[in-house]
């Protein structure tokens, strides 16, 4: 990762320059629009029963699940790829030779493996032992080596470190940095010229009241690299930008920091949204919480995360992970969001951006968590 | 249905004046590109072996599976409304009140179920009463009455003459009908313009040399409406059209026809694309064969049609009913098809457009259908 002290400064400016940086690289993934989850949010369902907020929104999502390597984490490792190769001497001093390094069995694995690849540069991947074995095939698959480490985050660490002293390769790490923030941020001003785009063309039809652009955008958090970054494209557009986590096991880490003004610093959950079991970090939370950047929090129980995941799959008919379903499932069910939207937005209603953060879900897998819902019914 | 003798003629301006019609009600469904997908296309599979063809392909992806309905039938649907409205005296002789009629248990019902509601005209669903309860559901959830009827097509035809007399409703035909075959043909227009513009921005990264559209493009046929009316919208473009057609128990009618000369009338066919298992209809065939607007037909083993739909899943994060994948298992499992591309592509390569016509199908079938694949292997 580039020293900091060289990264661009964190505002909406910064996360345009990421964005023409990274755009040879990366899709500019579609917006999608459903006038039957549009009408579902703007109705009460029956397990909220009687006396319970009548927001009206109508969603619109942004689809990283379609992204390169499934998930928006292709935004921010081409980023700090990118920004890597500017840093004073890097390159100079045979940085690309040596390679980049990181440890994560997730999403950020495969993309900063495929971002090294597409620069000819080694990627060195930390993985516990005990990681999926298609994890561990895609992750070769984007030609990166793979060190097994043990999965205790000091035992991943030390395995890092020993990488970094035998390679030379820098630490890109998934979400703490400027230039991550900056690189998943691009997604958040695609996002909102994209609905612009769209509202301009939308002239017959329905013959809406023309708008000019998106209410407010719902963003997973995890470490909060892609909210934070999300918040900053919105930063002076006058777009309010929330947070959504699960609420499983104290999952829901930023809001309870958020709401308390103290950074929660570590995170023990099994939610079954896999990609949101971290703790903010410290970059994220100085956009999140000290520049006030993010709005609010919301958190869902797990059973609305897989019944948000199942309106994906048959109303939009794309592959969402469960952490990419919790923003719909704030919008559907959470009736914190929902009373606040009504009381906001009022009979005009809000134009509601949800950020489908990512679609890497076995088919299998799938099933079985749709059949436990099928179950618990 | 409008009198076809009040129906444009079958060219690609006629194409062009029924997108301008239908544009305010129909999505303009993205279009997807995979570098996984397209270098798995041009690597012969193992199971193709030694001394396989080796064609260059670039893979362009129409995702019709995410219209409005969850496949492109929406877009003839409206448009043979907008051409209903458009006959002299079928609006002033109270058609509107009268409404419209189907026989289909599948998309273009619900198609035409929708069309209707957004014109707020009646529709008349006849649907066998064995089908699945969850289509008379989706049926009826757009507005529809639901007529039910035996299952063979002597009986499906009697009671929508019944409907018609009763009530007065014009019949609107799922494919055999230019209105309908021009409005489907809108998707290929559509296409072309985002391929060209996709590739023109396309500017870094890859570096490839600059092209100006598609070389090809690959659709299923069923009743060829859809397939014709693609075909008219490449007229005059260079772009070849080739039709895609399950192989098993003789549902690929339309192969053997174009082969023979002859139109194949009936098919009686099991295959896993149940969209497919009928037969051409006569207009499209005025213009897939009389006309040889399409360039020839391929067809694919089942097993073919399911590992398509099992990387469109996996690698697209999209999910398409099994009639929608048939052309791209074409362009990865097709011997004919991927000599023929090698033949004529050579060393540059084709850019090759592949129609996902539908997402309509449960993740439970799904499952099922993968479980099989698995088992089978």
């Known amino acids: 990762m580039a020293d900091p002290s060289t990264s661009p400064p964190l505002t909406r400016a910064s996360v345009a320059e990421a964005r023409e940086l990274i755009r040879p690289f990366v899709h500019r993934t579609p917006v999608l629009t459903s006038s039957s989850l549009s009408a579902l949010a703007s109705t009460p369902t029956p397990t909220q029963g009687e006396g319970k907020a009548r927001p009206k929104l109508r969603l619109w999502f942004k689809c990283e699940n379609l992204q390169k390597v499934g998930a928006f984490k292709a935004r921010g490792a081409f980023h700090a790829i990118e920004r890597l190769k500017k840093e004073p001497g890097w390159l100079a001093g045979g940085g690309a030779e040596r390679g980049v390094v990181t440890h994560s069995s997730g999403n950020h694995a495969q993309a900063l493996a495929l971002a090294a690849r597409a620069n000819g540069i080694p990627a060195y991947i930390v993985m516990p032992t005990i990681s999926a074995p298609p994890k561990i095939a895609a992750t070769k698959g984007y030609g990166a080596t793979v060190v097994f480490s043990g999965s205790t985050s000091v035992e991943r660490e030390a395995v890092t470190a020993k990488v970094v002293e035998e390679t030379g390769a820098r630490l890109v790490p998934p979400y703490d940095h400027p230039d991550i923030v900056l690189g998943q941020g691009t997604l958040g001003l695609e996002f909102q010229e994209q609905v612009e785009a769209m509202m301009a063309e939308d002239v017959g039809g329905e013959k809406k009241k023309k708008k000019k652009g998106l209410d407010a955008i719902i963003a997973p958090c995890g470490g909060g690299g892609m909210l934070s970054g999300v918040a900053l494209s919105c930063e002076g557009t006058g777009i309010c930008v929330f947070g959504a986590e699960p609420s499983f096991q104290g999952a829901d880490d ?90 906001e937005a009022g009979e005009e209603g809000w134009d509601v951006g949800i950020v489908f953060s990512g679609g890497n879900v076995s088919l299998e897998a799938l099933g079985k968590l749709f059949a436990a819902e099928e179950e618990s019914k």
Chains 1, 2 share one sequence.
Do not use: C, H, N, Q
């Not at 709005?295 to 797990?302: E, K, L, N, Q, R």
């Not at 995360?305 to 994906?312: D, S």
């Open 254 to 343: 930023a809001k309870r920091g958020y709401e308390s003004g103290v950074r929660v610093e570590s995170v023990s959950s099994l939610t079954v949204a896999d990609g949101l079991r971290t703790p903010v970090g410290r970059v994220p939370w100085s956009v999140i919480y000290e520049r006030r950047l993010v709005a609010g929090f919301y958190s869902v129980a797990d059973a609305d995360v897989v019944r948000a995941m199942r309106l994906a799959y048959e109303r939009l008919k794309v592959v969402v992970e469960p952490s990419a379903a919790v923003p719909l499932a704030v919008a559907l069910y959470d009736e914190d969001f929902r009373a606040m939207v009504e009381r």
